[in-house]
Nanobody, 124 residues
């Protein structure tokens, strides 16, 4: 069983930055594909970014490309989502997800494990 714990959310002004962290335990981190999703009130959970086992492959949703960066540190069992130039429409609960599959996917159903979520609020 994999446990995921997100941190780093909070309130930030438009144009600001935040870095979310996702600490994983329970399985060799280097064999987990990691993803980030977000869910705003009344909306479905949406894909943001994913990163492969070794970190050499990333997939980032077009609407955040150039502003958000996904990365991982396998030595620290942690994945990150660096968010810059934040906009009010980025406000949502952000979820970390892990998959045992050796490829990235944009579908929430492709991930076996989920964190509890961290709130990100961007004020205008």
């Amino acid at each position: 069983q994999v446990q995921l714990v997100e941190s780093g959310g909070g309130l930030v002004q438009a144009g600001g930055s935040l870095r979310l962290s996702c600490a994983a335990s329970g399985r060799a981190f280097s064999t987990l594909t990691m993803g980030w999703f977000r869910q705003a009130p009344g909306n479905e959970r949406k894909f943001i970014a994913a990163i492969g086992w070794g970190g050499g492959f990333t997939d980032v949703q077009d609407s955040v490309k150039g502003r958000f960066t996904i990365s991982r540190d396998n030595a620290k069992n942690t994945a990150y989502l660096e968010m810059n130039s934040l906009k009010p429409e980025d406000t949502a609960v952000y979820y970390c997800a892990a998959s045992t599959r050796p490829y990235t996917t944009t579908s929430p159903s492709g991930y076996n494990y989920w964190g509890q979520g961290t709130q990100v609020t961007v004020s205008s």
